[in-house]
């Protein structure tokens, strides 16, 4: 069974920081492409950022240079950093697992930016 689970979420001030994990299961993670996705009341999901199997990063331009995805593959998990958080960061944030036809999807996690 696989299973994809976000850790970190939470309050956070306007230009504070937040690291969300996301852990796996039931994939063999190291083949797999890992993104984060959000999802902001009242908007569609939209992508954060990405990282492929060889570690090749893709960001979308409102979260560029204040976000860094990364990945363990021996702990079969993925991480974004946030910092400079904004208020425009308040959404649910998704972790992604994408290889070939398969697409895997968390629960989400809720992140706050709120002063």
């Known amino acids: 069974q696989v299973r994809l689970v976000e850790f970190g979420g939470g309050l956070v001030q306007p230009g504070g920081s937040l690291r969300l994990s996301c852990t796996t299961s039931?994939?063999?993670?190291?083949?797999?492409?890992m993104g984060w996705y959000r999802q902001a009341p009242g908007k569609q999901r939209e992508l954060v950022a990405t990282?492929?199997?060889?570690?090749?990063?893709n960001y979308a331009d409102s979260v560029t240079g204040r976000f860094t995805i990364s990945r363990d593959n021996a702990k079969n998990t993925v991480y974004v950093q946030m910092n400079s958080l904004k208020f425009e960061d308040t959404a649910v944030y998704y972790c992604n697992a994408r290889h070939v036809t398969l697409d895997y999807w968390g629960k989400g996690t809720l992140v706050t930016v709120s002063s």
């Open positions: 990282i492929t199997n060889d570690g090749i990063t």
């Open positions: 039931g994939i063999i993670f190291r083949y797999y492409t």
